[in-house]
DNA sequence: GTCTATAATGGGATAGAC
DNA sequence: GTCTATCCCATTATAGAC
């Protein structure tokens, strides 16, 4: 792999973890086996590579949102049992993913400008929601930051929740997996009719 | 107010704003109108001051927590009324306390031991559960999640949501009140029987 | 308790050889 | 492209006067 590629793969992890300002451009040099000097070199400064790496992460995290909020052609049923799985499925592949992502933008103010699809997806699927007998008239905004949130929470306040004594009785590993049975069940119960 | 005091007051507003790395302990200085070298007389370095200030703020996010999750001798349906009324409104007042804390658990592995009270009260909603008939047998943390989390994540993914287009049809403010009304209603027709 | 002044180090950045 | 060496400012930390 060339030496660009390996700085940007360690600098994701390292600023994952470490959050921008506790990040050292030594350490990300020391994990890619190349000297400080070439981080300048390719990105100029901590702000090029961290904006290159950002964008980046931005991309990794919307990727599933994208492809699994809004498959057409599906009941919404599916479509919301699709989506729980799918994103904590993501989730578990880069579980800090959101913690940084979320932090980064509250700190420093970061520019968030996802793809437009993905707003328009949510009005549609208030859209979707009028027209059907079977459920309620809700703000789709206000169950996407439910189903959402719900999935994404574990992650975030996973040090939280596992205080709170939530690995006394299964593994994360197991309560992640009955999330994705338990979570649509809630959520649609909770938005039918009856 | 005395200056040890003034020094905690704005090291709270910074840290939160900054984060652990991204706060000058000169900033803070200045903020409460001392000098720097008054902040290591009072509490050594930077960690000291950190550490108070976090254990602190750890305190303020729990308190709302304990208050309003487990009023016994109220009937469930007013119970999770109460805490998402209750939860929202604290979080309203401190929006960047979580998102803060949450970051900071998972950059640095802080010291995370919450009063057993809570993880307690939590098992306990367990148990009430599978006795009433009412409800279905959800496991009370897979519930507990939910609840929290769907309060939660609106402010601290609120740069993202906004992102996406939350703040087009309307203002933060009214969507809080909205979800205050409208999260309740999802939640227990997600758990009742039918 | 609070300040000024300064030490000590950390860490981002650059020049220049190869 | 990649390295060594070095610069230099920012930031933490301390000594010592008041």
Known sequence: MDSREKILEVARDIFQK??????RMQEIADAAGVNKALLHYYFKNKDGLFKEVFVDLIRKMLLPLKQQMFQKNLPLEDRIQNFVDGYINSLKENPLLLTFILGEL?????????????GEGIIQLGVELKEDEEFKHIDPFQLATTIIGSCVFPFIARPMLIGLGLEKSTTFE???EERKKILPQIILSGIKIK
């Open 18 to 23: 470490k959050g921008k300002s506790g990040t």
């Open 174 to 176: 197991e309560f992640l």
């Open 106 to 118: 509250s700190m420093n103010n970061m520019p968030f400008v996802p793809p437009p699809e993905i």
